[in-house]
């Protein structure tokens, strides 16, 4: 069998087109739950507990299935599994076009759940880590900004529901998902570079990195635990591995998804209108994709700097929704859109590269799977808890003050993790060896 012919760039960024376009029109059904949640409350006559409970048992299925489908990553691929999960999530939207009863709703959510995972986060930060070492974080930044696009999706189901009917939308994001994911995933996807003749970066083997003067191995300071060939069990029995399942993914989800679920009920109960409402969530959206720019910026001043700015814009931004009471200040919520949604873009571009910085392997995506797995539960628990909240409280007060809670602590346990003690990126690795350089042309030997 002949050597794969080079393609004139690197490949490594058509993956990271793919990867995110897939994943921006995939979970374009999750982001919609929010308008679908409020039409579904009024036409169906649930509660806002019942109704939020769906979200929650969809993210409880999509944490369970990441394990799965980090496993299923590692040995089959994305262009296998991607897929199956967009003929799995499209046929289920398509079916919930007809939906009535509420258990058929928790069901199908589950289902589209399964789907979801298949076609998300998991075998796509896989297959991510494959191609790009050095400029992971700056790889996974664009793909999460790309992603992020999905934010955006609350706005356009409006426009369906406002011209058609919340059905008819069901049915127009079932064959967006299988009519261009599918196609997509089998014909541009490729497991890792060596498959099209090329390598880690688009780097050749003799070449030397543009990053900087630091040598590739130079951003290894863990040796024994790069070298390490993390298994799962391994890692489970790792505080590293805990603090970033806390950190990154179950105290955050919490955080998430209460704000997911409810800021458009929280802002229409306000005073303000569907639209608008709709609107600011599409503009939390639009600075979600400018923060995943953070990606790019953890490549430069690491990981957990990164993070907890993100978590730090993040609180700012829930601040602004404890001042909400009525509709006389929209600038509250344009602050609180800003804020929150480049907090998230920030930290969703950094999760992955951490995770990967610390277990990096050919057993990375079922670990990743279980952080992954992390999210489900918190996720799931956000969202049900800011309905329970609502109904007893009458308000999202102390829902709000949870979150802010819960973020904070996130934002602690990221330090716990420590990748910078691992694996410093490039920018941390650069400006490390040119203060060595400094120090040997001043006549002192580093400290080793």
Request: proline share 4%; aromatic share 12%; glycine share 10%.
């Amino acid at each position: 069998m002949g050597k794969a012919k080079s393609p004139p760039i690197f490949y490594g960024w058509v993956i990271v087109a793919v990867s995110g376009t897939a994943m921006a029109i995939s979970y374009s059904i999750r982001h919609s739950f929010s308008r679908f949640f409020l039409v579904m409350v009024d036409d169906l006559g649930w509660s806002r507990a019942a109704a939020s409970g769906i979200y929650s048992a969809n993210v409880v299925v999509y944490g369970l299935s990441a394990p799965i489908v980090g496993t299923l990553a590692d040995r089959l691929g994305t262009r296998r599994i991607v897929p199956v999960g967009a003929a799995i999530l499209g046929l289920g939207a398509l079916i919930a076009s007809r939906g009535s009863a509420l258990w058929q709703f928790y069901l199908l959510w589950m289902l589209m759940a399964l789907g979801a995972c298949l076609t998300g986060y998991v075998p796509h930060s896989v297959v991510l880590s494959n191609w790009f070492v050095r400029k992971r974080g700056a790889a996974m930044g664009m793909f999460q900004a790309m992603a992020a696009l999905a934010f955006f999706s609350p706005f356009l189901t409006q426009l369906m529901i406002a011209v058609w009917s919340w059905r008819v939308a069901y049915i127009i994001w079932g064959v967006a998902v299988a009519g261009i994911i599918i196609p997509l995933a089998i014909i541009f996807h490729k497991r890792h570079p060596r498959d099209v003749g090329q390598e880690i970066d688009g780097l050749r083997p003799e070449a030397p990195s543009r990053a900087g003067p630091a040598p590739a191995d130079s951003t290894i300071v863990d040796v024994q635990w790069v070298t390490t060939e993390w298994t799962l069990g391994r890692a489970l029995r790792n505080r590293r591995f805990w603090a970033l399942f806390f950190a990154s993914f179950f105290l955050w989800g919490i955080g998430l998804t209460v704000l997911l679920v409810h800021q458009i009920a929280l802002i229409v109960d306000a005073g303000y209108g569907k639209v608008f409402a709709t609107l600011i969530f599409a503009l939390y959206g639009a600075m979600s994709t400018v923060g995943n720019l953070g990606g790019l910026l953890s490549d430069r001043i690491g990981r957990e700097i990164t993070v907890t700015l993100g978590i730090f814009l993040m609180v700012i931004g829930v601040s602004m929704l404890l001042f909400v009471s009525d509709s006389r200040h929209p600038w509250l919520l344009y602050l609180f859109a800003v804020a929150f949604g480049l907090g998230v873009g920030i930290n969703t571009s950094t999760f992955a590269p951490t995770a990967a910085d610390l277990f990096q392997g050919k057993n990375f995506g079922s670990i990743n799977g279980v952080v992954t797995a992390g999210f489900g539960v918190g996720g799931a628990m956000g969202s049900y808890l800011g309905g329970l909240i609502y109904d007893i409280a009458g308000d999202y007060r102390v829902a709000l003050a949870t979150v802010m809670v819960c973020l904070v602590l996130a934002a602690s346990l990221i330090w716990m993790a420590a990748p910078r003690k691992v694996r410093l990126v490039a920018g941390q690795a650069r400006r490390l060896s040119l203060a060595r350089a400094s120090q040997v042309s001043l006549g002192h030997e580093p400290r080793r």
